[in-house]
């Protein structure tokens, strides 16, 4: 069975920093593309940053320079450092766990920023 379980969020000012963990279980971790995405309220989901299998990573313009995503395969755990933290990031944080047909997500994990 199949888990995605994320942790690391909370309530943070601007311009401060989180770090969040997705701890992946129930499939061949390293193969997958790993990706955070976020969801904001009335927004629509959106691809915030992914790590491939071969450690390439790409990351939505928002967030480039500011957030970076690791992963440790032999852990099976992938992270998102996040700092210089905008109250525009504020969202829920979620999990996803990419190969070919087959496409897995956590439940969130919200980040708010605010002072």
């Known amino acids: 069975q199949v888990h995605l379980v994320e942790s690391g969020g909370g309530l943070v000012q601007p311009g401060g920093s989180l770090r969040l963990s997705c701890a992946a279980s129930g499939f061949p971790f390293s193969s997958y593309a790993m990706s955070w995405y976020r969801q904001a309220p009335g927004k629509e989901r959106e691809l915030v940053a992914v790590?491939?299998?071969?450690?390439?990573?790409n990351y939505a313009d928002s967030v480039k320079g500011r957030f970076t995503i690791s992963r440790d395969n032999a852990k099976n755990t992938v992270y998102l450092q996040m700092n210089s933290l905008k109250p525009e990031d504020t969202a829920v944080y979620y999990c996803?766990?990419?190969?070919?047909?087959?496409?897995?997500w956590g439940q969130g994990t919200q980040v708010t920023v605010s002072s």
């Open positions: 996803n766990a990419g190969l070919l047909y087959n496409n897995y």
């Open positions: 790590v491939l299998s071969s450690g390439s990573t």
